[in-house]
């Protein structure tokens, strides 16, 4: 199951929020410095998958250094995904759970941040912004 039009309302969401914070003196507002901010919040999950995130932390138990090639977000990304995955591993109340059953718990805890760069934000953002203009729009149309 794909998460990305839940992933790109909440960041949009989180982008609002942080805009007014981010007024110039003048009274124009520093859109850069509020999608850094929206992008640094926490966000309500880890964005991604399930089945990959399984993947991904299987492949990072096995072997570490795979970790070592990733782009510097996704490290993060993956590296905080199984720091929670041995959070959860470790709780006894999780023991008789597979590894696939607590790996999913983990994609689906909140996440300390989105995990991507300024630029991808931005794109999300502004594709997020027309979607959100034109059902406003039609709406409007069919009043």
């Known amino acids: 199951m794909s998460y990305s039009a839940r992933r790109d309302r909440e960041l949009y969401d989180a982008f609002k929020r942080c805009l007014p914070l981010f007024e110039r003196e003048d009274g124009t507002l520093d859109y850069d410095a509020a999608v850094n901010a929206a992008i640094a919040s926490p966000a309500s999950r880890y964005w991604v998958s399930e089945g990959v995130a399984y993947s991904k932390l299987r492949r990072i138990k096995a072997d570490s250094r795979i970790l070592q090639g990733m782009f510097p977000q996704k490290r993060l990304l993956y590296t905080s995904l199984a720091a929670t995955y041995d959070r959860l591993r470790s709780d006894p109340q999780?023991?008789?759970?597979?590894?696939?059953?607590?790996?999913?718990?983990?994609?689906?805890?909140?996440?300390?941040?989105?995990?991507?760069?300024?630029?991808?934000?931005?794109?999300?953002?502004?594709?997020?912004?027309?979607?959100?203009?034109?059902?406003?729009?039609?709406?409007?149309?069919?009043?």
């Open 94 to 143: 999780n023991a008789d759970l597979s590894d696939m059953q607590v790996a999913y718990m983990a994609s689906d805890q909140p996440a300390p941040s989105f995990f991507m760069g300024l630029n991808n934000a931005k794109i999300i953002i502004c594709r997020e912004r027309r979607r959100r203009l034109a059902a406003r729009n039609t709406v409007r149309n069919e009043e």
